[in-house]
């Protein structure tokens, strides 16, 4: 199958990262948000980052006006009508996505693929809001995405092998490496990554140790290029909570219990580098 028109979904860190990266390949996007101010943001975010590489002699200012050009912003979903591949990237909750996937259904033209991009919610369970379940598909890209070369591809029960290696050659077309993983909650990479900060979050609840110096064990002892309270900061902590919240649900292990200071945090609005404070404050 070709995939000419490509729909992002959210235009938030992840959505505007995996707009440029197809952009940047030739693909041309509409990305979509519900919010003008957000998507302002997306885009503003992308053309800061193409003048950088332009600025770093990766790009040409031609090749920088080339991928703007393909670039559409959009507030309607209803444009996903001209789109052969829709990649969702909002929030992760099982209600938002069903909901759009459901509307995306509708929309969308017959041979489309709804991919998410969602960090460790079911895709079974997501396609299950479709009558195309075979063309659902998990697209898990990593954060910030124009710099990560890995794309985890997670097949539902139901997705066929035909949307699969679509998908497959597709990652491979972005210059990333995909990674093929089953059904599981938090797939491979968040049920490995977010325990490790959720345990990182209790050594600093339980008073061991300051942030920084949580941070600066696992920088410079286990050379993580970022500690795993700056890397939360940079993930989003409501990302962080939601995602071993499904880890706890999903395994019905107390050993995936969210820690207290995590949620309090989120309650207190205080979601990491995207609002500005977290375990550390950001101007
Ligand atoms: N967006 C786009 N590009 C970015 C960026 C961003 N947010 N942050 C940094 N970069 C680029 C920079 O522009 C720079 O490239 P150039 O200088 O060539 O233009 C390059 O990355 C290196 O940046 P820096 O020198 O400023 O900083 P660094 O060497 O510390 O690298 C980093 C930054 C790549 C983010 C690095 O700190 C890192 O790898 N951190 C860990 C990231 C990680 O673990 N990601 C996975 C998160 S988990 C996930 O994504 C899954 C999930 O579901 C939650
Ligand atoms: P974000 O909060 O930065 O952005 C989400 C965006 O979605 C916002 O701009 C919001 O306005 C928009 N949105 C919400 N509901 C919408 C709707 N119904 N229609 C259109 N737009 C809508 O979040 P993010 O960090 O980019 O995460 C997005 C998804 O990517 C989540 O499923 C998350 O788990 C996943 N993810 C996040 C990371 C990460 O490191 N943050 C990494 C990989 C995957």
């Not at 919610?121 to 070369?149: D, W, Y």
């Not at 491979?172 to 959720?198: A, C, W, Y």
């Amino acid at each position: 199958m070709t995939i000419k028109n490509v729909m992002v979904i959210g235009a938030g860190q992840m959505g505007s990262g995996i707009a440029q990266v197809f952009a940047q390949s030739g693909f041309h996007v509409y990305l979509n948000d519900r919010d003008d101010k957000a998507l302002a943001k997306g885009i503003n975010t992308i053309e800061k980052l193409l003048t950088r590489a332009v600025d770093k002699g990766r790009l040409t200012e031609e090749g920088k006006a080339e991928t703007l050009n393909r670039l559409t912003p959009s507030t309607n979903l209803e444009d996903a009508k001209l789109c052969d591949l829709v990649i969702e990237a909002v929030v992760e909750n099982m209600d938002v996505k069903t909901s759009v996937f459901k509307q995306l259904d509708t929309i969308t033209p017959k041979h489309a693929i709804l991919a998410s991009n969602t960090s460790s919610l079911p895709i079974t369970e997501i396609a299950s809001a479709t009558n195309r379940p075979e063309q659902v598909i998990g697209m898990h890209f990593m954060n910030p995405v124009p710099v990560m070369k890995l794309v985890e591809i997670i097949r539902g029960l139901q997705t066929s092998d035909e949307t699969y290696q679509t998908i497959e050659d597709m990652t491979h077309q972005l210059q990333k490496t995909p990674v093929e993983v089953n059904d599981f909650p938090g797939f491979v990479s968040n049920r490995i990554l977010m325990p490790m900060i959720n345990e990182a979050i209790y050594t600093l609840y339980e008073g061991v140790a300051s942030p920084k110096d949580i941070d600066t064990v696992m920088k410079l002892g286990m050379n993580h290029p970022m500690g795993p309270l700056q890397l939360a900061d940079f993930i989003g902590l409501d990302t962080c909570l939601y995602i071993m919240e499904v880890l706890h649900e999903g395994f019905a292990d107390s050993k995936y219990r969210p820690c207290p200071l995590l949620r309090k945090y989120v309650k207190a609005g205080w979601l990491g580098k995207k609002s500005g404070r977290g375990f550390y404050q950001y101007d």
